[in-house]
């Protein structure tokens, strides 16, 4: 009898167990590892959650319909991966990738426009043979003195508010300074939050945001503003500062530079930024491959919408013409501007 009792327990369990098992079946599909259950997979958590379609003007229902009749069950892993690739490089967005144990998908933000900095230009006829290096940065004296050059080549580079205070305090008695974040591709936000402090005296809202909020491309949640406490109210830099940007300044470049935007001692000079203000999320598809892409949406304090780029005050290319006579067009304007011609 005690066997017995023992299996009919375990038959009972067993049943309990089965029965969830169908619950979750029925109620959680296991996405398919196929390659059609895969793009599946993939497109609609794109569809549910990217940020920008609207900003993008692209139509994703009709980005399904040419994918989709590429993806069959005997597709190559090289294949499948192109067609995925390809398909999200549709939203011309470079916080969206794809990632595989044999390759990387990325949309090229450097097709977006010219590359508006020369550094060798900029290191002989600028910064010179005597610059200093503080942290990531390098800079100069520059205008016979009366102003600084300070170059950011990336925002993945940390610094210590030890760096900035060196800097800032070498350059106070100048006119200005001019930041430039030109061909500067991102990387950590906080950086931005960081530099910015030392130009502000009291806590400021540079910007607002949101977040995805449920499947329909139009829901986000309400936006918030964003605020930047200074660093020390007595010694934050109050003179002009022309930041220097073009469409190779992304992602935390374009943040600085709608944060700038907000500041009235802060002025954009070159070419439209290359944007990047969504803030990238993502997951694991079924066959094992992860992803990423925009899942919020970053405005303006004056709401518009500068995912496609952050224009500038001051529109400024380099000239050849200049280039010959050993002169930075872009700094030139920005100089004109923080020091008058």
């Given amino acids: 009898m005690r066997n017995k009792r023992l299996t009919r327990s375990s038959v009972f369990i067993a049943v309990l167990l089965l029965l969830n098992s169908c619950e979750y079946i029925f109620f959680k599909p296991i996405p398919s590892c196929s390659a059609p259950g895969t793009f599946e997979y993939l497109w609609s958590k794109v569809d549910e959650q990217y940020a920008y379609f609207d900003v993008k003007n692209v139509d994703w229902d009709a ?10 069950d005997d597709i190559s892993e090289d294949s499948l991966f ?13 916080h969206v990738n794809l990632f595989s144990e044999f390759n990387v998908s990325r949309f090229d933000i450097t097709l977006l426009g ?27 004296f520059i205008a016979g003195g009366r102003a600084a050059y300070i170059r950011y080549a990336s925002f993945s580079s940390g610094f210590t508010n ?8 070498r350059y106070k008695d100048t006119g200005g300074l001019v930041l430039d974040l030109r061909q500067n591709g991102g990387g950590y936000l906080s950086g931005v939050y960081q530099l910015l402090s030392h130009f502000i005296t009291t806590e400021t809202p540079v910007y607002k ?17 964003v605020y930047i406490a200074p660093f020390d109210t007595l010694l934050a830099y109050s003179a002009p500062v022309a930041v220097l940007i073009d469409r190779g300044s992304y992602s935390a470049s374009s943040m ?29 598809l079924p066959n094992g491959w992860t992803y990423r892409f925009s899942i919020t949406r970053t405005l303006s304090l004056d709401d518009n919408n500068y995912e496609n780029g952050v224009p500038p005050d001051i529109l400024a290319f380099l000239d050849p013409a200049d280039k010959a006579l050993g002169l930075d067009t872009v700094i030139e ?7 008058g011609p």
């Fill in 162 to 169: 030890d760096n900035i205070r060196f800097i800032l305090d």
């Fill in 114 to 140: 010219p590359q508006n900095l020369d550094y060798r230009l900029v290191k002989e006829h600028y910064l010179g043979n005597d610059f200093y290096t503080t942290g990531p940065f390098q800079h100069n």
């Fill in 82 to 94: 192109f067609y995925l690739g390809s398909m999200l490089n549709e939203l011309r967005d470079g």
């Fill in 333 to 339: 304007a920005a100089l004109d501007s923080l020091l």
């Fill in 63 to 72: 980005v399904y319909s040419r994918y989709s009749a590429k993806i069959r």
């Fill in 256 to 284: 600085f530079s709608l944060a700038a935007i907000a500041l009235d001692n802060m002025f954009l000079v070159g070419d439209t930024s290359g944007g990047g203000l969504g803030m990238p999320n993502g997951g694991q």
């Fill in 209 to 225: 945001t949101c977040i995805k909020s449920g499947p329909d491309h139009n829901a986000f949640s309400d936006t918030e503003p």
